[in-house]
């Protein structure tokens, strides 16, 4: 026996009251899911207006979700909510329905809105008020943590991303009071939840802004992570100095790994330009044995950005052109100074060729 979970579309074709200003008309549609606990409502009306969200399949009354497949099946079903019922007609066949549906909204929610200061909604704000379960007692919960006469448009987001009164009455605890909705909304959809919080703050770091905890979670950071950071000595790091490390893959291994070469002062800063031009370990170790211990990150970085290889480095050693400087080196790539061209050079009879003769002959175009 197959379960249905249905994917009802909501296509408002006409918005009308028939016969009073209570009421709003569309059709719907739906076909099988996995899934077997949830209806996945997507809704479209005044053609650019679009939204999904999901509803579990045991809040519709009358909705008979079994033995669908195979049959030809006439149902009637609603989902009763505190703003307002949605009543539902169509059939089945095959397990994919279609039909129409019907809005009521509640005159007793609208009264207990207005008891409480709000404006009375239009139709399609109770609409959603209904569709994701608002009821007065949610908003009574709000006000009386200083959430009063909210915009529709912030509640129904509110309730579309589930910020609930204990996820408000837990960031104040941390010392995040009367956080904006449009900040609570973007750290409930980027999963900033009280324990990240919470595990950041016995790490050091209180009261960071918002924003830089939204966008730390954006990137993946973790409290493990910034945990390994501070055990390796980066304790009170700013939001951005971690968001761009997470940014540029810098893992605490690379840090370990830098500091096995000698690296053991590199600020994020360092770290996060090296991770961006590949100064990895394999690269640090193939300059070591041709004499290039513990050079700066920034020189590091500019052999990186001029593509000085250890090959490079090597080949020029053995055309006699030895401990030369970094910046000897990526001069010499700059002006296009290649190991074929120093052969070619020697070969045609030059002698006592220098970084600086090399250049000089790049430079003026001229072999003399």
């Known amino acids: 026996m197959k379960v249905l979970t249905l994917l009802l579309s909501l296509t408002f074709l006409a918005m009308y009251a028939g016969g009073s200003s209570d009421g709003l008309k569309g059709t719907w549609s739906s076909e099988m899911r996995?899934?077997?606990?949830?209806?996945?409502?997507?809704?479209?009306?005044?053609?650019?207006?679009?939204?999904?969200?999901?509803?579990?399949?045991?809040?519709f009354k009358g909705l008979v979700t079994?033995?669908?497949?195979?049959?030809?099946?006439?149902?009637?079903?609603?989902?009763?909510?505190?703003?307002?019922?949605?009543?539902?007609?169509?059939?089945?066949?095959?397990?994919?329905?279609?039909?129409?549906?019907t809005?009521?909204?509640?005159?007793?929610?609208?009264?207990?809105?207005?008891?409480?200061?709000?404006?009375?909604?239009?139709?399609?704000?109770?609409f959603s008020l209904a569709i994701h379960g608002v009821g007065l007692g949610y908003l009574k919960e709000l006000a009386s943590i200083g959430y009063n006469r909210l915009t529709y448009d912030d509640i129904i987001s509110m309730a579309?991303?589930?910020?609930?009164?204990?996820?408000?009455?837990?960031?104040?605890?941390?010392?995040?009071?009367?956080?904006?909705?449009?900040?609570?909304?973007?750290?409930?959809?980027?999963?900033?939840?009280l324990e990240f919080i919470e595990g950041?703050?016995?790490l050091g770091y209180e009261n960071l802004p918002t924003d830089d905890l939204v966008s730390l979670r954006i990137h993946g950071a973790t409290v493990a992570y910034v945990a390994e950071l501070k055990s390796l000595g980066f304790d009170h790091l700013s939001?951005?100095?971690?968001?761009?490390?997470?940014?540029?893959?810098?893992?605490?291994?690379?840090?370990?790994?830098?500091?096995?070469?000698?690296?053991?002062?590199?600020s994020p800063d360092d770290l996060v330009s090296m991770s961006i031009h590949d100064v990895d370990e394999e690269f640090v170790e193939a300059i070591v044995p041709?004499?290039?211990?513990?050079?700066?990150?920034?020189?590091?970085?500019?052999?990186?950005?001029?593509?000085?290889?250890?090959?490079?480095?090597?080949?020029?050693?053995?055309?006699?052109?030895?401990?030369?400087?970094?910046?000897?080196?990526?001069?010499?790539?700059?002006?296009?100074?290649s190991l074929s061209w120093i052969k070619e050079l020697k070969e045609s009879g030059y002698k006592r060729l220098t970084a600086d003769k090399l250049v000089s002959m790049r430079i003026h175009g001229s072999d003399d």
């Open 34 to 59: 996995k899934h077997p606990d949830e209806i996945q409502l997507s809704l479209r009306y005044r053609k650019n207006w679009n939204s999904s969200f999901g509803i579990p399949a045991k809040e």
């Open 66 to 101: 079994k033995n669908l497949s195979g049959a030809t099946v006439d149902q009637e079903f609603s989902l009763e909510r505190e703003a307002g019922t949605i009543a539902f007609t169509g059939r089945f066949i095959d397990g994919e329905g279609s039909g129409h549906f």
């Open 103 to 126: 809005f009521t909204r509640s005159e007793d929610f609208i009264k207990g809105l207005t008891a409480m200061g709000y404006a009375e909604p239009d139709i399609e704000d109770q």
């Open 160 to 193: 579309i991303h589930e910020v609930t009164v204990e996820y408000i009455k837990g960031l104040t605890k941390l010392g995040y009071s009367k956080v904006p909705t449009d900040d609570l909304v973007s750290m409930r959809i980027h999963d900033v939840d």
């Open 200 to 202: 950041l703050k016995k």
């Open 239 to 266: 939001g951005d100095d971690i968001t761009s490390m997470l940014i540029h893959d810098v893992s605490t291994d690379f840090i370990k790994s830098m500091r096995s070469y000698g690296y053991k002062k590199l």
């Open 290 to 337: 041709l004499g290039y211990e513990t050079v700066p990150p920034d020189d590091l970085v500019s052999m990186r950005i001029h593509m000085v290889s250890p090959e490079y480095i090597k080949g020029l050693q053995e055309l006699g052109l030895k401990d030369l400087s970094v910046d000897d080196l990526v001069s010499l790539k700059i002006h296009g100074v």
